[in-house]
């Protein structure tokens, strides 16, 4: 079969997955035998919508599958989802382009944003996910802060009360990486409002005042 004709076909039983239920067997047939990292990929992800147990998928040997079995709702209690994601979240950018030749039908915007939303689904605190934010940090800008570093600050800073307490260590280090951001402190979209939700002040001079008195309150 041509990789256009697989490609094709499983855009159809994705389609049909929506009318009718989804073509499992014809999902496993793909998964199988097919060499095509996008049709798999597809694939699984088309398994992750139907809220299919992807857990087999995890231990699979290429990168993309398994970061893509790991996006699905698996039992909180397993830690391999969220190692796998951590795993994928270290390197970003490659992340981004494991299917570059064609975008998956299941993504609105980059793979690193999927990853993110399913890794801070899994996780309560900004320790376990600060490795995987501080990766993402070199890649974001004013237009991804509602998919980085937005959640990453509520992550951070849920009570809002920045201004009130003195900075640990890992809320430092990501205020820190989002602060060295050129173009991550400009107008555009809704950082300020993040910020502020944070407790965190809006411009630079005050986000200098703070990081260099870690051990005070920001007054904000």
């Known amino acids: 079969m041509s990789q256009v004709r697989g490609r094709f076909l499983v855009r159809e039983e994705a389609a049909f997955a929506v ?27 088309a398994l992750v919508a139907w809220a299919q147990d992807t857990g087999d ?40 382009h ?12 980059w793979f690193r944003f999927a990853l993110l939303r399913a890794l801070l689904a ?4 900004l320790e376990e996910v600060l490795d995987a934010a501080l990766a993402l940090m070199p890649m974001a800008n004013d237009f991804t802060v509602e998919r980085d570093c937005g959640p990453l600050l509520l992550r951070a800073f849920p009570d809002g009360n920045a201004g009130e307490a ?11 990486a989002i602060a060295a951001k050129d173009n991550c402190r400009g107008s555009i979209g809704s950082k300020i409002t993040w910020l502020r939700s ?17 051990g005070r309150a920001a007054g904000v």
């Open 57 to 96: 998928l995890l231990t699979d040997p290429d990168s993309a599958i398994r970061a893509c079995a790991a996006l699905a709702p698996l039992p909180a209690e397993d830690p391999r989802p969220t190692a796998v994601l951590l795993e994928a979240l270290s390197d970003p950018h490659t992340a981004d």
């Open 19 to 45: 009318r009718r239920g989804p073509p499992l067997t014809f999902v496993s047939r793909v998964l199988t035998t097919s060499g095509d990292r996008w049709e798999r990929a597809a694939a699984v992800l």
């Open 166 to 176: 003195a900075l640990t260590d890992a809320p430092r280090r990501l205020v820190s």
């Open 122 to 125: 899994r996780t309560t605190t």
């Open 98 to 109: 494991w299917c570059d030749a064609e975008p998956l039908p299941q993504f609105d915007g």
């Open 198 to 214: 944070a407790g965190l002040p809006t411009d630079r001079a005050s986000f200098r005042v703070l990081l260099a008195n870690p």
